[in-house]
């Protein structure tokens, strides 16, 4: 039911792969929260809070440690993969050090991340279960026999229309030859009007809808 649907417990397209850069941290902004992305030592992407729990400053100002982690470019604090402190320069005592790193107050909140059909994907949830609540759904990609990997070109633009807008859009493909001019083959030649649509199966909010339409 749409009534028990939750928006943070789903895989989001965020960006193409070859969009991203792997020298330095890129800041997002997903359902109202402030992320930043980056590829750590492992060659994992990660999403974190894009705030430093020293000063509050942007973790996406700062940049990729040649040890493979990401360092605030306030005080030089370091974080993993996972969220955790692991340097903070300032603090030469070890055993202060030690306790510090290990402090929850220290932590860095991350997110599922994965990356499917050269998109990076993101799961906004930051409850306890979160990691584990991702692995038991998937993302809501496109049928691999309807994708040509090798022909597959990207592009993003930014719109200033809410999210709303973006869903009603979605139910009006005969606004795409106009709208989306230039795109993808997208032209004003080439609109036809649009007749008798047909929903196939449940309409759900989890799942979506497959939808067919005879001109």
Excluded at 71 to 76: D, K, S
Excluded at 152 to 165: A, H, I, Q
């Amino acid at each position: 039911m749409i009534t028990n649907f939750s928006w943070t417990k789903q895989w989001y397209p965020i960006t193409p792969i070859s969009y991203l850069e792997l020298s330095h941290p890129t800041a997002i902004t997903l359902l109202g929260k402030k992320l930043v992305i980056w590829r750590d030592k492992h060659q994992k992407w990660v999403a974190m809070d894009d705030t430093c729990p020293h000063k509050l400053a942007q973790l996406s100002l700062g940049s990729i440690h040649e040890n493979g982690n990401l360092m605030c470019r306030h005080h030089g604090w370091c974080f993993d993969g996972t969220g955790k402190c692991t340097n903070i320069p300032m603090l030469s005592d070890e055993k202060a050090s030690k306790t510090a790193c290990n402090s929850e107050r220290s932590q860095v909140t991350t997110y599922p991340t994965q990356v499917l059909q050269g998109l990076l994907w993101i799961w906004p949830d930051n409850s306890l279960t979160a990691f584990e609540d991702s692995a038991s759904k998937q993302p809501a990609v496109m049928p691999e026999y309807q994708l040509d990997s090798s022909a597959t070109d990207w592009f993003m633009s930014e719109v200033p229309v809410g999210y709303t807008v973006s869903v009603e859009s979605s139910f009006d493909p005969s606004h795409a030859q106009f709208l989306h001019e230039g795109i993808a083959g997208f032209s004003p030649e080439r609109a036809i009007p649009m007749q008798h649509f047909e929903v196939f199966g449940e309409l759900s909010a989890e799942d979506g809808f497959t939808r067919i339409s005879h001109n």
